[in-house]
């Protein structure tokens, strides 16, 4: 898989991590927006701009709420996808999302002897990294989500992973793969703590306190989340934590009082895994004209050394 060097030389591997789709099954969310066409509008930026991820990632609110119907369609352009990146494509489920009806998307079928509602978390390996998607579509993980989590991490990264409902299932993931050396990185929707916005202070995960307890001291290198449309970055328990803006819209971060407010803004984040960190670099899928346009020096780019 291509990998890239930090500035150090460390190898590093890139990650599109998209959030937010809010698909929709007849009329465009707020009469303008077309969760799946401005998924796959990030995904033609992407490549346009050069990148070369190792593996996308979705944390959650797949569909708008009430638009299961939408979620066939979602599969398709999935697939498409990862097709198109011949990369992994790893979702997990959101607040708006249908346990059930999500059963078509791929890597989210029942778990085995389980029901159409039950949580199915799932570890994959992708390259030198183990990716833990988890489902935090009620708001908070569960006693059965958060002992699966602890009995996972303390597995070698990668000894574990091919588990759970839906895993191998995707481009570039194996049960039969080496170990993930380079340590784990954890999906979920649901932040493990509050926004700085007033109405949604309140709105990460239920139980952040108990999922913390576990993550602490592990392989966990990063935790990617969504939910509350704009970008957020926190150091919790020593992980980087990581809520990528939405694809469907951004928060006004000034609201009234009382009130939360969104604009028409989509946006992912470009994250970069290697030995020396994380990095989180939020990306607007569409901008204004350039104020100006420059060549510059490899000269003028660098610090200036004393």
Known sequence: MPASLSPTGSRRSTVLHLSDVHATAAAPLYGVVDGITRMCAASDYARAAGLEPEAIVISGDLIERGNSAAYPALRDALLDVEDSWGVPVLSVLGNHDDRAAARVLPGHQAPAGGHAEDASPRAVRVGEWRFVLLDSSTGALGVEQLAWLEAELKLPAGAGAGTGAGAGTGTGIS?????????????????????????????????????????????????????????????????HVSAGPALAYHQVMDAEPGTVSGFDRSMFSL????????????????????????????SQLSPVSS
């Open 175 to 239: 049960a039969d793969s080496p170990l993930a050396p380079s340590g784990t990185v954890v999906v979920m929707h649901h932040p493990p703590l509050g926004s700085p916005l007033p109405m949604l202070a309140r709105a990460g995960l239920r139980d952040a306190a108990d999922f913390l307890d576990i993550v602490e001291g592990t392989d966990v290198r990063a935790i990617l989340c969504g939910h509350f449309h704009h970008p957020l970055s926190a150091t919790m328990r020593g992980v």
């Open 271 to 298: 994250v970069h895994l290697s030995a020396d960190g994380v990095s989180a670099s939020s990306v607007g899928v569409e901008h204004p004209a350039p104020l100006f346009t420059l060549t510059p020096t490899l």
